[in-house]
Nanobody, 123 residues
Framework: QLQFVESGGGLVQPGGSLRLSCAASGFSLDYYAIGWFRQIPGKEREGVSCISRYGASTNYVDSAKGRFTISRDNAKNTVYLQMNSLKPEDTAVYYC????????????????WGQGTQVTVSS
């Protein structure tokens, strides 16, 4: 089955850090841009960050700029999201997904969604 497996979520205090991992299962990441997304119950899924196929280009939602860093290790078939200075408003289920070559702001253009990993920022 072709999908991602997200991990690394958990409960963290405000100001803390987490590193999320996104491992591809059943296919190679080499040909894909990878995006991280998050969703709160009752709200639409939101794009958080994306990294292009070779990692030359990255982008972030405004609320994540300066705090989150996306990276990829194609040899390990894994993409990471380092999240620092976490805030309660970062609480959500985080997902990763793939799109051929380039990033896009359109969530529906991504595929191979995993089950997500819960991030909770609370004191």
């Amino acid at each position: 089955q072709l999908q991602f497996v997200e991990s690394g979520g958990g409960l963290v205090q405000p100001g803390g850090s987490l590193r999320l991992s996104c491992a591809a299962s059943g296919f190679s990441l080499d040909y894909y841009a990878i995006g991280w997304f998050r969703q709160i119950p009752g709200k639409e899924r939101e794009g958080v960050s994306c990294i292009s196929r070779y990692g030359a280009s990255t982008n972030y939602v405004d609320s994540a700029k300066g705090r989150f860093t996306i990276s990829r290790d194609n040899a390990k078939n894994t993409v990471y999201l380092q999240m620092n200075s976490l805030k309660p408003e970062d609480t959500a289920v985080y997902y990763c997904a793939a799109r051929r070559t380039l990033c896009s702001a359109v969530v529906s253009e991504y595929g191979y969604w995993g089950q997500g990993t819960q991030v909770t920022v609370s004191s």
